[in-house]
């Protein structure tokens, strides 16, 4: 019944691409491109100062492996990710669901919860900085007060100077600034759910735990694959909070796959630009074993 | 149920306290006096505010022109990427087209790339781009308004995605039928039912351009006219002694407004968000 000519057809295919076209084209140029750069210089000899002097074949990827300190920072990539990550989406679950409530505080409860995401993630990294300082930080002189610490200025008094307790510093700081987001996603999944599943529920005499596990927890699941997802994306390749903080010291015991490519780039580009490719490649698998183990495709169809 | 009541109230105010803490010490520290912040007894309160350290800030060379400069990158992207986005978003759902998925992947994973590592290729992008297109190049405000708009487009389609989704076709039918056209359509009719979605990229977006150090530190070399916020608040750190309450007047003066921005638009967040997590 529905006729239409060659050239008709041909308008037809093409509509979606100026609708798509604008998207494309800046991803393609700004996003994609500089990848592309970053993959093709992984495998060149480059001097200190940036002067291309020839292919390197595979020597960036052999020397990066042989780094001594690849495998404990591809180690503690993972531990970060994973640790702050899962952090993260316990707390933001228990908020999400305190938030969903109506009690008087909820309101300025929930503005107060914004403004960690408002803020600069760097300035907040800068601020825990100062207040864990050995010598003038507020955390070591409350410490001091309560009687925890003996004295300012010491080794005592440095939390990030010292590897066992810089790390979860740094993970506390993650997770302060990635609860926001994740608790507001998740309230969002929260409000989705109709409320007659819950009367149903209750009428059945389900308990409270019971309810929470077998109905609120599958309905929100879409929420939860998408939040966490997002978070392992940004988590992976934070940057400004261990940099800022520690700079990956000491020596390299807190410095994540980012910060080592960052350090790597000082002294040899190609090879910080190989650290850049294994990091993405990294974050493509986490990707695709999290979507994998979360079934999100049978999700979406 | 009134125990219940009173221990979520408890919990509330305390998760409040806590994540209001940082934010309510950099305000603190702003207004005190500087002797007062060197002091090792610090107090959580002060009884001599001051606003010598905004007048330090204010008066600093430039600090309002890089105000209006962040001011005007972070708006410039918020508007052309909800645009962008919302178009692409809108392709991605409505029409069948080869590539389709493979457009899609490329989005997924354009949001998964470190722009750390990206900087020195950016870096050879802005700076040859701006031989081409005048106004993106090296030391322009357009060069950053380029960059980020690109980088916020993934997630931003990715949100907008579920909101399309949800306008049922049907009404865009009725509306053909009775002769609109289809700017007319997504004008009157698909753009307010998306909304809350725009909101919610804006607000993404809007962070992201408002609080960048980096791009910002790449690209703006030598333009001193052209340098945002960010810029204006590394004047106070400084090597032997970084200028605590410099720092933090200014980190003030660019917090702030996000966070009013925030607060204002909260509830149409959870709505936004519904979208993005809704699939």
Same mark, same amino acid.
């Given at each position: 019944?529905?006729?239409?000519?060659?050239?008709?057809?041909?308008?037809?295919?093409?509509?979606?691409?100026? @609708?798509?076209?604008?998207?494309?084209?800046?991803?393609?140029?700004?996003?994609?491109?500089?990848? !592309?750069?970053?993959?093709?210089?992984? #495998?060149?000899? &480059?001097?200190?100062?940036? !002067?291309?002097?020839?292919?390197?074949?595979?020597?960036?990827?052999?020397? $990066?492996?042989?780094?001594?300190?690849?495998?404990?920072?591809?180690?503690?990539?993972?531990? @970060?990710? !994973?640790?702050?990550?899962?952090?993260?989406?316990?707390?933001?679950?228990?908020?999400?669901?305190?938030?969903?409530?109506?009690?008087?505080?909820?309101?300025?409860?929930?503005?107060?919860?914004?403004?960690?995401?408002?803020?600069?993630?760097?300035?907040?990294?800068?601020? #825990?900085?100062?207040?864990?300082?050995?010598?003038?930080? $507020?955390?070591?002189?409350?410490?001091?007060?309560?009687?925890?610490?003996?004295?300012?200025?010491?080794?005592?008094?440095?939390?990030?100077?010292?590897?066992?307790?810089?790390?979860? @510093?740094?993970?506390?700081?993650?997770?302060?600034?990635?609860?926001?987001?994740?608790?507001?996603?998740?309230?969002?999944? $929260?409000?989705? &759910?109709?409320?007659?599943?819950?009367?149903?529920?209750?009428?059945?005499?389900?308990?409270?735990?019971?309810?929470?596990?077998?109905?609120? $927890?599958?309905?929100?699941?879409?929420?939860?694959?998408?939040?966490?997802?997002?978070?392992?994306?940004?988590?992976?390749?934070?940057?400004?909070?261990? @940099?800022?903080?520690?700079?990956?010291?000491?020596?390299?015991?807190?410095?994540?796959?980012?910060?080592?490519?960052?350090?790597?780039?000082?002294?040899?580009?190609?090879?910080?630009?190989?650290?850049?490719?294994?990091?993405?490649?990294?974050?493509?698998?986490?990707?695709?074993?999290?979507?994998?183990?979360?079934?999100?495709?049978?999700?979406?169809? | 149920?009134?125990?219940?009541? /009173?221990?979520?109230?408890?919990?509330?105010?305390?998760?409040?306290?806590?994540?209001? *803490?940082?934010?309510?010490?950099?305000?603190?520290?702003?207004?005190?006096?500087?002797?007062?912040?060197?002091?090792?007894?610090?107090?959580?309160?002060?009884?001599?505010?001051?606003?010598?350290?905004?007048?330090?800030?204010?008066?600093?060379?430039?600090?309002?022109?890089?105000?209006?400069?962040?001011?005007?990158?972070?708006?410039?992207? %918020?508007?052309? =990427?909800?645009?962008?986005?919302?178009?692409?978003?809108?392709? +991605?759902?409505?029409?069948? *087209?080869?590539?389709?998925?493979?457009?899609?992947?490329?989005?997924?994973?354009?949001?998964?790339?470190?722009?750390?590592?990206?900087?020195?290729?950016?870096?050879?992008?802005?700076?040859?781009?701006?031989?081409?297109?005048?106004?993106?190049?090296?030391?322009?405000?357009?060069?950053? %308004?380029?960059?980020?708009?690109?980088?916020?487009?993934?997630?931003?389609?990715?949100?907008?995605?579920? *909101?399309?989704?949800?306008?049922?076709?049907?009404?865009?039918?009725?509306?053909?039928?009775?002769?609109?056209?289809?700017?007319?359509?997504?004008?009157?009719?698909?753009?307010? /039912?998306?909304?809350?979605?725009?909101?919610?990229?804006?607000?993404? =977006?809007?962070?992201?351009?408002?609080?960048?150090?980096?791009?910002?530190?790449?690209?703006?070399?030598?333009?001193?006219?052209?340098?945002?916020?960010?810029?204006?608040?590394?004047?106070? *750190?400084?090597?032997?002694?970084?200028?605590?309450?410099?720092?933090?007047?200014?980190?003030?003066?660019?917090?702030?407004?996000? /966070? +009013?921005?925030?607060?204002?638009?909260?509830?149409?967040?959870?709505?936004?968000?519904?979208?993005?997590?809704?699939?």
């Amino acid at each position: 019944m529905q006729q239409t000519s060659a050239p008709a057809r041909a308008v037809r295919a093409l509509a979606p691409l100026a @609708w798509i076209g604008p998207a494309v084209v800046l991803i393609g140029v700004v996003v994609v491109w500089p990848v !592309v750069v970053m993959i093709q210089s992984s #495998f060149l000899k &480059i001097s200190r100062f940036g !002067v291309v002097q020839g292919a390197n074949g595979t020597d960036n990827y052999t020397k $990066l492996l042989a780094e001594p300190d690849f495998g404990g920072v591809m180690a503690r990539s993972l531990v @970060w990710v !994973v640790a702050v990550v899962a952090i993260t989406v316990a707390i933001s679950l228990g908020l999400a669901q305190l938030f969903d409530q109506r009690f008087p505080g909820r309101r300025v409860a929930r503005w107060a919860l914004i403004a960690p995401w408002a803020a600069s993630v760097l300035m907040t990294a800068i601020i #825990f900085k100062w207040m864990l300082d050995p010598e003038v930080g $507020l955390i070591n002189m409350i410490l001091r007060d309560l009687g925890l610490l003996d004295a300012l200025g010491g080794a005592d008094a440095d939390p990030l100077g010292n590897a066992a307790t810089a790390m979860p @510093w740094l993970i506390f700081v993650a997770v302060f600034v990635s609860v926001p987001f994740t608790t507001y996603a998740l309230l969002a999944g $929260l409000s989705a &759910i109709p409320a007659d599943v819950y009367e149903a529920a209750r009428i059945d005499g389900a308990s409270r735990l019971r309810t929470y596990w077998s109905i609120t $927890l599958p309905l929100l699941r879409p929420a939860l694959v998408v939040a966490t997802l997002i978070n392992v994306m940004n988590v992976f390749n934070s940057f400004p909070i261990i @940099w800022a903080m520690t700079h990956g010291q000491p020596g390299y015991s807190t410095a994540t796959s980012t910060i080592f490519m960052y350090i790597l780039k000082g002294s040899d580009i190609g090879e910080s630009a190989a650290m850049s490719v294994v990091n993405f490649g990294m974050v493509i698998v986490l990707t695709v074993i999290f979507l994998k183990v979360s079934k999100w495709k049978t999700e979406v169809s | 149920m009134n125990r219940s009541r /009173l221990a979520a109230n408890a919990v509330a105010v305390a998760a409040a306290a806590v994540t209001l *803490f940082p934010i309510y010490w950099m305000v603190l520290s702003a207004v005190k006096p500087a002797g007062e912040i060197q002091s090792l007894q610090a107090r959580p309160w002060t009884l001599a505010p001051t606003l010598e350290h905004f007048r330090r800030v204010l008066g600093a060379e430039n600090f309002g022109r890089y105000f209006l400069n962040s001011a005007a990158v972070a708006l410039s992207v %918020v508007v052309l =990427s909800a645009v962008v986005a919302f178009l692409a978003a809108f392709a +991605v759902t409505r029409f069948r *087209f080869r590539f389709r998925t493979s457009v899609l992947i490329m989005f997924l994973v354009a949001q998964m790339v470190p722009v750390e590592a990206l900087t020195i290729p950016l870096f050879f992008l802005v700076r040859d781009l701006g031989g081409v297109v005048p106004g993106v190049g090296l030391n322009t405000l357009g060069s950053l %308004v380029l960059v980020h708009l690109a980088f916020s487009l993934p997630f931003a389609i990715w949100m907008m995605r579920g *909101f399309v989704a949800a306008v049922p076709e049907a009404i865009e039918e009725a509306a053909m039928i009775d002769g609109a056209s289809r700017a007319v359509i997504l004008w009157r009719i698909i753009f307010p /039912l998306v909304a809350p979605g725009l909101v919610a990229t804006g607000v993404f =977006s809007f962070i992201t351009a408002w609080n960048d150090f980096i791009f910002a530190r790449t690209f703006i070399i030598s333009a001193t006219h052209n340098q945002t916020l960010p810029a204006a608040l590394l004047v106070f *750190f400084k090597p032997d002694e970084n200028d605590w309450g410099g720092i933090m007047a200014a980190s003030t003066l660019m917090t702030v407004p996000v /966070l +009013v921005f925030f607060i204002a638009v909260q509830r149409r967040l959870v709505a936004g968000l519904g979208g993005a997590v809704k699939d």
